[in-house]
């Protein structure tokens, strides 16, 4: 069974950039046809969804995000990451990183960030 | 882009009831369409794949229907743990949820 675990900072000051990262285990980051994903959750409000990497390092980024977010795969650690630029309370939310053929089978436990000065 | 609405916003049953959630697309999908629970507090957990493709350990209580831009997810029995929001999802697009209460 494939497990997720977010991690990264609780807290960002607006202007910053918020950087997380998503621990993989009993499954490879590598091993095709898996897509990797981001989705955020602002308080009370629906699912957003952020973009995705796929197995060979290819991303697909919301348009709304574009030329602030970037994504990674690092395969040694058995992991992959986001990197959102210039963040502002907007960005506020609970981060998921999600997997799977396709469809997301697999989601972490989820992490709170907060845009605050 | 793709727009997913659902339908009702809100929906209050009582135990053993049958609920009908729906999820329509602006444009045909075909059938490529997830279902996803999220319970209070906790993260989304995929529901239905391909529109009636039960995920695993998902119980048979649930059950997907529907293509093209119309869909059905039906929970024949209401149990008290289903009590959550309902989230439909094509690639990119989430729907804004159905919250499902219980009397």
Request: aromatic letters at 10%.
């Amino acid at each position: 069974q494939v497990q997720l675990q977010e991690s990264g900072p609780g807290l960002v000051k607006p202007s910053e950039t918020l950087s997380l990262t998503c621990a993989v285990s009993g499954g490879s980051v590598s091993s095709g046809p898996y897509s990797w994903s981001w989705i955020r959750q602002p308080p009370g409000k629906a699912l957003e969804w952020i973009g995705f990497i796929y197995s060979s390092g290819t991303t697909n980024i919301n348009p709304s995000l574009r030329g602030r977010l970037s994504m990674s795969l690092d395969t040694s650690e058995n992991q992959f990451s986001l990197h959102l630029t210039s963040v502002t309370a907007a960005d506020t939310a609970v981060y998921y990183c999600a997997g799977g053929n396709y469809y997301l089978h697999f989601w972490g436990q989820g992490t709170l960030v907060t845009v605050s000065s | 882009e793709i727009v997913l609405t659902q339908s009702p916003a809100t929906l209050s049953l009582s135990p053993g009831e049958r609920a009908t959630l729906s999820c329509r697309a602006s444009q045909s999908v075909s059938r490529y369409l997830a279902w996803l629970q999220q319970r209070p507090g906790q993260a989304p957990r995929l529901l239905m794949s391909d529109a009636s493709n039960r995920a695993t350990g998902i119980p048979a209580r649930f059950s997907g229907s529907g293509s093209g831009t119309d869909f059905t997810l039906t929970i024949s029995s209401l149990e008290p743990e289903d009590v959550a929001v309902y989230y439909c999802q094509h690639l990119n697009t989430f729907g804004q949820g159905t919250k499902l209460e219980i009397k």
